[in-house]
């Protein structure tokens, strides 16, 4: 298949086979097949004794591959932007499961697919397989923008402003590929939350988005500089408010601090949180501020408008796992609690049959690896 059928697939996605929720034909795709073809390339100078094993770690990381403890196979991680899956999807991955994989599929804790105990020969036809349906593991790994996550119930929650999965989705189309987010000193974690209750923790990312309104106008707060492990460090709130057009301006204005400021000596504090911390959260700020003034006059990828809502602030937070949210625009949501995320080929598969049966409309993966149909 090459990239133009690809474009015609991804099209047809787009009129209801996919998740896709207001891309247009101009953004960037998730899924190229020529990244298939980079990776083949990478793969043919590994074997030929070209590249030694870490230049080629570094080059598969980009790719959505990683090495795992057992000897000669390999995981790879398929990115679900904002956990929105389409049915069709949800089968393509079962289906690359069951030929090349191991025993589970597995939604991770940033509402990732992921798929074990694939052999080094078998992950080129495994990433095809899954591209030629306008999936994605492409920047899934390694110092890139990883999965941009939402909250637990983005598209149901009455509460919601605006379906967090949907602005996570368009972030993703705007930096993929992206030059400047391909060789960063460390990975860059981002989240979205439809409402000020903040269900997809923006005090523990190196970026966080909270929807809400200023003065009747639609738009989100910024935090940034948060993380967890040895050093936690909570984010601080570098913008008070920004429209939904300058979302892009602003992963880009982060990206340059963190490109300018980061340690590229040491990884293990590279992350953008110690520039957080190294500065204080006034002079972060300040930088994120000087460098969102520059970015915010430069040309950015397209940029689809959003569908905003004003939430029930009164209406109760949803409970998860398991149970069932009843959806501010009268449909419900079923919380499917898996444990540890794991499902079988055949289990996910039944689930989507039973689903779609039933009459839903999508899946989503959640943070705390569930599923909600």
């Known amino acids: 298949m090459t990239d133009s059928s690809l474009d015609k697939t991804q099209t047809a996605r787009k009129e209801g086979i996919g998740a896709y929720t207001g891309v247009s034909d101009d953004v960037e795709p998730l899924a190229r097949l020529s990244d298939i073809e980079e990776y083949r390339a990478g793969f043919a100078k590994l074997k030929s004794g070209e590249w030694d094993a870490g230049k080629w770690q570094g080059y598969r990381l980009r790719f959505g591959v990683y090495g795992q403890l057992q000897p000669n196979v390999h995981m790879i991680r398929v990115k679900v932007p904002g956990g929105i899956l389409s049915f069709g999807d949800a089968r393509r991955v079962s289906e690359a499961n069951r030929r090349w994989g191991g025993e589970h599929i597995h939604v991770s804790t940033r509402q990732d697919l992921q798929l074990y105990y694939v052999k080094p020969d078998d992950v080129p036809p495994t990433l095809e397989y899954m591209a030629e349906a306008g999936i994605t593991t492409r920047e899934a790994c390694g110092n890139t923008i990883r999965n941009l996550t939402a909250c637990h119930h983005s598209g149901i929650c009455p509460r919601e402003h605006v379906d967090a999965g949907a602005v996570a989705e368009r972030l993703a189309h705007s930096w993929m590929r992206h030059p400047l987010a391909q060789h960063m000193p460390r990975k860059f974690k981002a989240t979205v939350s439809g409402c000020e209750s903040d269900c997809g923790s923006s005090y523990i990312h190196d970026l966080g988005l909270v929807a809400t309104h200023l003065d009747g106008k639609p738009g989100f707060k910024i935090f940034a500089g948060g993380g967890t492990g040895g050093l936690p ?19 880009e204005a982060l990206l340059r601090v963190h490109q300018k400021y980061s340690n590229r000596r040491d990884r293990n504090k590279a992350r953008l949180k110690f520039i957080n911390k190294r500065f204080g959260p006034e002079k972060f700020r300040a930088l994120f501020e000087e460098a969102f003034e520059q970015t915010r006059t430069m040309p950015q990828r397209p940029w689809q408008p959003l569908t905003w809502r004003k939430g029930d602030t009164n209406a ?53 690896q569930n599923l909600v149909i």
């Open 233 to 251: 460090v909570s984010a601080s709130l570098v913008s008070d408010f920004v429209e939904e057009g300058d979302l892009p301006a602003v992963v």
């Open 316 to 368: 109760p937070t949803p409970v998860s796992p398991g149970g069932i949210v009843a959806a501010h625009d009268d449909s419900v949501g079923v919380v499917v609690h898996q444990r540890l995320g794991l499902f079988t080929a055949d289990e996910l598969d039944a689930l989507v049959d039973l689903a779609e049966n039933a009459g839903a409309r999508e899946l989503r993966t959640t943070r705390d």
